[in-house]
């Protein structure tokens, strides 16, 4: 495995250096969409819908709709309100793992020290099987911050990115009644 990021697991004066490998792959089957005469990919444009002429990419900026205008969005505004890069997983508490609902749950990843040994790591995922807890932590990857999950899977370390609690949709809407009658059959 390679890993996809490197930094450290940090919580009071404790710093340790960790790698992080994706915990998952994708196994779904891609198709490219081809020309059924010769079998030729198809390959997509970036075309003005009023001109109907294709764009370079150097011209292309980014827009966000607001009302029925766009709000252009630079280069230099996304990169003043980007996260700053820390490469730590910064833990600001502790939580029982056994009551975060896995609606949360979102990508896993393994950690492993980046020495062999390392007494830190050893003593912290110890000390989460024995209090049954999980770190909530903080961390930047890629220019976005996420929240997440630090828990113990046998010896390694698991971190799990999850929802931020504006992203669980409410479950009012779905109308499910709970006075059904059940029998014994």
């Not at 075309?47 to 980014?62: A, R, S």
């Not at 749950?105 to 492993?112: G, M």
């Not at 996420?146 to 949709?169: F, H, K, M």
Request: aromatic fraction near 10%; charge should be positive.
């Amino acid at each position: 495995m390679r890993a996809v990021w490197t930094g450290t697991v940090g919580f009071g004066l404790v710093s340790i250096p960790v790698k992080l490998y994706s915990a998952v792959e994708s196994s779904e089957l891609s198709f490219d969409l081809l020309d059924s005469r010769d079998h030729a990919r198809i390959r997509y444009s970036r075309i003005n819908e009023h001109t109907n002429k294709e764009v370079p990419f150097d011209q292309i900026v980014k827009g966000y709709k607001l009302n029925d205008n766009y709000v252009v969005v630079e280069k230099e505004d996304m990169e003043k309100v980007a996260p700053e890069k820390t490469k730590q997983i910064n833990i600001e508490g502790f939580v029982e793992l056994a009551e975060v609902n896995p609606i949360y749950f979102e990508k896993s990843y393994y950690t492993a020290p980046q020495e062999k040994k390392n007494k830190s790591y050893a003593l912290l995922v110890q000390s989460l099987i024995k209090t049954k807890k999980a770190g909530l932590a903080r961390f930047v990857m890629r220019n976005v911050e996420s929240l997440v999950l630090v828990y113990p899977v046998g010896d390694i370390l698991v971190v799990n990115t999850i929802r931020w609690q504006q992203e669980i949709r409410s479950m009012d809407d779905l109308n499910v009644s709970s006075s059904v009658q059940i029998n014994k059959k």
